[in-house]
């Protein structure tokens, strides 16, 4: 053990520059791919936003592939992470009272399944929180 409550393998780990990096990548890994995948298949992007009666489809569409791409990209290189936070954060918050209003189901699994993404993405949203706040240090620090 070092003179922190933490092992030494813990230490290194937190201490390792990489990982500031590779726990930014995970958080914001599903958006990027989504925004990727979304920019390759116009119509199913299209088709996904029609599935939600977001009007007019095209346009949210258009809004959340820049969204899934330029947050991320802000993130992970450290440029204003607070703005690209801020915009996945607020992406995440709509897209679980659109998507997973368990509130509007009946009881059974469809319900249970929308509770827990429903709270998944809350969770995300902390995560952005958090990230925010580390940059801003890392920031006020420099």
Known sequence: M???????????????????????LALV???LLGGIVKLS???AAVAEQAHFDMTPPAF?????????????MLILTSRLVWLGAGMLGV????AAFTANAFWAMPAGQERFMATNAFFEHIGLI?????????AERERRRA
């Open 2 to 24: 070092t003179g922190s409550d933490e092992p030494r393998f813990v230490d290194a780990i937190l201490d390792w520059r990489p990982t500031w990096f590779l726990a930014r």
């Open 29 to 31: 890994g599903a958006y």
């Open 41 to 43: 298949d116009w119509p």
């Open 60 to 72: 949210w569409a258009a809004l959340t592939i820049g969204i899934e791409l330029v947050g991320p």
């Open 91 to 94: 992406f995440t918050l709509l």
């Open 126 to 134: 902390g995560g952005f929180v958090l990230v925010a706040l580390v």
